[in-house]
Nanobody, 125 residues
Framework: VQLQASGGGLVQAGGSLRLSCAASGRTFSSYTMGWFRQAPGKEREFVAAIRRSGGSTYYADSVKGRFTVSRDNAKNTVYLQMNSLKPEDTAVYYC???????????????????WGQGTQVTVSS
């Protein structure tokens, strides 16, 4: 599967953005999808994951209650709605596809064999 993330940009603190990740191929619904982010000088960190059917989601504590992950399997797309953005949310955001259905395992980047190219999110104070 090939992944293409989009929707990043510059936003003021407290604002919102919605990221999209479009997948190629007919097997999108076979994957657990995840979002990660990486700020300059920091390791890539888990943000959120959603199971194949979209029925279960999992979030990092730092974004819980502010970010929402969803997917539309008919459109081969996963979304990350980001509200109440903070300057510390500034990072390059990546979408990724995993074969694992164990959401706690999908916190680990090594669970994802397929990655998109990343989209920059910058939150100004």
């Amino acid at each position: 599967v090939q992944l293409q993330a989009s929707g990043g940009g510059l936003v003021q603190a407290g604002g919102s953005l919605r990221l999209s990740c479009a997948a190629s191929g007919r097997t999108f619904s076979s994957y657990t999808m995840g979002w990660f982010r990486q700020a300059p000088g920091k390791e890539r960190e888990f943000v959120a994951a959603i199971r194949r059917s979209g029925g279960s989601t999992y979030y990092a504590d730092s974004v819980k209650g502010r970010f929402t992950v969803s997917r539309d399997n008919a459109k081969n797309t996963v979304y990350l709605q980001m509200n109440s953005l903070k300057p510390e949310d500034t990072a390059v955001y990546y979408c990724a596809a995993s074969y694992s259905e164990i959401l706690t395992a999908t916190r680990n980047p090594t669970a994802y064999p397929h990655w998109g190219q990343g989209t920059q999110v910058t939150v100004s104070s």
